[in-house]
């Protein structure tokens, strides 16, 4: 028996979460939200978020066969870049772009990059930039939400039309359940918090940077005088938040470095609604912030324990 | 790291250092059974931090339970004394765990454990003498890390708090926590004498919080002194870590590459002191243990009075044998714990726990991709960026290595657990640690 024995370095035990479980926790805490799409887009929700899974989960396999790397679709990550890309396109998209979006973050946002854990920016909102700017028409033509997707007569969102000066159109209430125009799973605040707040229970995220993020949004938007509580329940910056700012890779590994990041987003989401011609900025402002983050994370490495902060200063202001 | 930062750890807004290991006490309530004579012992001549010692015996020589076997003339060094009574069979290298060979003396009992005629009670009248009968005592610090007691009893700058180390944050591992409970009186009165000759003005009792029956014993027992505390501390690994031990009891914060003397405190484990009580007051050296045999593979998990130099396959014999095929066999708690790769090695000094597991138990996963999840920054109780020092690794980067600290890690092993993605980083930190130490030459 004695030559079967398995020598390995310390420790010898592990924590039962892994990186699947993460995911898979995930993806549970996006089901409120995909429920919410459903039932204020209908069944062509469900068809665009099937379409746009299917698509990152091929293109992943493909990406790693061809790369001749061991595959990774086990670890569900491309299930919810999937479900996030789907998220983030209104109901009105044809299916194409879904299919090519899927395509966009799989592959050149994420695998290009060497795959889980090595991409700089958050594939599925990368994916959204790109049709963004390629398809500015389409992605931005929202049908009206209720009456489970049957009207699909187009309609301005509640910041384009805070963005225009019109009338807001739709009660706090509207905006907090989901029953507005707006892209697939973030129109309803109350869905993303539930798993939002899922996410939390299960140590999946810690709630720094979503509240921080939604705080400095609330804070700014009274400072600058929009509404505070429509400039919060309106848009994607629940589903930014929670879902999309906390996204492991691309976000700091340093508390420091969350805080900071958290804040920045704030700060810029409200800059851009209120300055930028854009009425959203959620998008742009996480993935510039994404861009940012190894900075800010060299900048906030902390100090090993016991040492004392600078003491280069320290000596030279005693000399 | 080391105080829990509590809410604000849970919100994110600090961090949230060590692991949530699991406890596994299962033989927190087995009291310790003295284990028969083997038939031979195998001593080592290396149990401690420092110098080897040199064997002084030749075989046929007849040797006493304390005869003094093995010394060595360096500074950094403790002597090494017979277990048993009996003859030296022969003088011999042996294989260490952790893979270097050292010189063993190997002996045949005669079963009569015989003292050593010149063993007697210390007399002690200053601390020079005191520092001498430690000497004299062989003791090496028994919570794992081998450093010979007399030249951490004699500190270079004065230390005015004792801490005594019985957090025991290891799973499975329950022998501190029986010192406690069963030698108290020792213990005690290695306090009152490491005060006495150290000139300590404090002592502090660190026991966590899961041992509730040795903390109550404790506070009842020492309740007429009153420089002694007893602090119970929360039962979260690595409580028992020594820099996180004192910052948690005083408040103190080692700095990177200091002693706790530079602090002004003195840390010792409670087997260490509740020995040296004991040698205080018979004479008789260390030759004997108290580990914990426990896991998966074990038939009987038991705490264990053992002689150094006892094969650790006679004291599994002892708890029933292993009842199913051990695939992993561990010297010391899972988390810090050296894999063995046989059973024939002897007992040593430091020894506390030898742990067996099955297949399943053993088993361990495969590394994939870093997510850069955090997980590991928020657990080192160091402050350390595990997967930046991985990476370090990973190009073979000694300027990122040292400007990520890789030096302060203390392999506890909090990141690799907590790690998502399996990464091997206590393996990656003791790499890391080789090329800044190959790069400084
Ligand atoms: S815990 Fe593991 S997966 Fe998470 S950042 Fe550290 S090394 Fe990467
Ligand atoms: S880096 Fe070292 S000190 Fe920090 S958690 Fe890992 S093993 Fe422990």
């Known amino acids: 028996m004695n030559n ?24 549970i805490a996006l089901m409120p939200a995909l429920v919410a799409s459903v039932i204020f887009f209908g069944p062509r929700a469900i068809l665009i978020e099937a379409v746009s899974v299917a698509t990152c989960v091929v293109c992943e396999y493909i990406c790693r066969k061809i790369m001749k790397r061991e595959n990774t679709i086990g670890d569900l990550s491309a299930v919810v870049t999937g479900l996030l890309l789907a998220f983030n396109l209104p109901s009105s998209v044809p299916i194409y772009v879904p299919i090519i979006g899927g395509g966009v973050a799989i592959v050149v946002a994420k695998q290009m990059f060497g795959g889980i854990g090595q991409n700089f920016v958050n594939p599925a909102l990368f994916a959204r930039i790109v049709l963004m700017n390629s398809f500015p028409t389409l992605m931005t033509t929202w049908w009206a939400a209720g009456n489970f997707g049957a009207d699909t007569t187009a309609t301005a969102s509640i910041l384009a039309n805070i963005k225009a000066g019109a ?124 861009i940012i983050v190894p900075l800010i994370e060299r900048k906030t490495v902390p100090l090993p324990f016991g040492a004392v902060k600078e003491p280069k200063k320290a000596k030279e202001e005693s000399k | 790291m080391a105080k829990q930062s509590g809410f604000l750890a849970t919100l994110g807004f600090a961090r949230d250092p060590g692991a949530p290991v699991p406890h596994r006490k299962n033989t927190s309530a087995s009291a310790t059974e003295v284990m028969p004579v083997p038939a031979t ?8 931090i420092g110098a080897p010692c040199t064997p002084c015996v030749k075989p046929k020589d007849h040797v006493d339970v304390g005869t003094v076997i093995g010394s060595s003339p360096a500074f950094m060094s403790a002597l090494i004394h017979s277990s048993v009574s009996g003859t030296v069979k022969k003088v011999d290298s042996i294989l260490m765990p952790n893979g270097s060979k050292t010189q063993a003396v190997v002996i045949d009992t005669d079963g009569q454990q015989t003292l050593d005629p010149s063993l007697k009670a210390p007399e002690i009248n200053s601390k020079e003498d005191f520092l001498e009968a430690v ?53 005690i009165y290695g306090i009152t004498q490491v005060r006495k000759y150290l000139g300590v003005e404090k002592v502090l009792i660190g026991i966590e919080g899961n041992k509730p029956g040795a903390i109550a014993l404790m506070k009842e027992k020492t309740a007429e002194y009153d420089y002694i505390s007893v602090v119970t501390l929360p039962a979260r690994y690595p409580q028992g870590a020594e820099k996180v031990l004192i910052d948690q009891m005083t408040d103190r914060q080692v700095p990177p590459g200091k002693l706790p003397a530079d602090v002004g405190t003195v840390v010792m484990n409670v087997a ?3 020995f040296l009580g004991g040698y205080l007051k018979d004479g008789i050296p260390l030759t004997t243990k108290r580990v914990t045999v426990d896991g998966s593979a074990i038939t009987t998990p038991k705490n264990v009075r053992v002689l150094i130099g006892t094969p650790i396959k006679d004291i599994i014999d002892f708890c029933g ?28 000094k ?3 726990a030898f742990l067996a597991f099955n297949e399943k138990d053993a088993k361990s996963f495969e590394p994939t991709s870093c997510i850069r999840c955090g997980r590991c920054v928020d657990a080192c109780p160091m402050n350390l960026m595990p997967t930046k020092l991985e990476d370090g690794v990973l190009f073979k980067d000694v300027e990122i290595l040292k400007e990520y600290g890789v030096m302060n890690c203390m392999e506890c092993g909090c990141c ?26």
């Not at chain 1, 079967?4 to 993806?27: A, C, E, F, Q, Y």
């Not at chain 1, 509580?229 to 890779?249: E, K, P």
């Not at chain 1, 420091?256 to 011609?277: H, N, P």
């Not at chain 2, 012992?41 to 401690?48: K, L």
């Open chain 2, 135 to 187: 000497k004299a005592s062989g003791l090496v610090g028994l919570g794992g890390a081998g450093f010979p007691a007399h030249i951490k009893l004699n500190p270079a700058t004065p230390v005015d708090i004792l801490c005594i180390n019985g957090a025991e944050c290891e799973p499975y591992i329950t022998a501190d926590e029986h010192e406690f409970l069963e030698n108290y009186e020792n213990v």
């Open chain 1, 4 to 27: 079967k024995l398995i020598v390995s370095t310390s420790p010898h035990i592990s924590s039962p979460v892994k990186t699947r479980n993460l995911m898979l926790d995930v993806i």
């Open chain 2, 272 to 274: 260490s002191i509740g």
């Open chain 2, 416 to 441: 690799a657990f907590v790690c998502p993605a399996n990464r091997k980083l206590v393996h990656a930190m003791k790499l890391g640690k080789m090329y800044v130490r190959e790069a400084g030459q």
């Open chain 1, 167 to 290: 009338e807001v159109g739709y009660t706090y209430l509207d905006a907090f359940l989901g029953n507005v125009p707006g892209c697939l799973g973030e129109t309803s605040a109350l869905a993303i918090l539930i798993g939002g707040i899922y996410l939390i229970c299960r140590k999946v995220i810690k709630p720094v940077i979503p509240l921080v993020y939604i705080v400095t949004v609330f804070v700014l938007s009274a400072i600058l005088g929009l509404d505070p509580l429509m400039q919060i329940l309106a848009g994607g910056l629940f589903i930014g938040a929670f879902f999309m700012a906390t996204d492991y890779v691309t976000s700091p590994l340093t508390v420091k470095g969350k805080i900071i990041y958290a804040l920045a987003m704030g700060v810029m989401t409200t800059l851009i609604r209120r300055f930028a011609s854009l009425p959203e900025g959620v998008s742009y402002s996480i993935l510039l912030l994404n």
């Open chain 2, 41 to 48: 012992v195998t001593i080592a001549m290396s149990m401690h």
């Open chain 2, 321 to 348: 044998g292993y009842k199913e095929t051990p695939a992993k066999l561990i010297s010391g708690g899972p988390m810090m714990g050296i894999a063995l790769m046989t059973d024939d090695f002897p007992v040593l």
């Open chain 2, 350 to 352: 430091q020894n506390n």
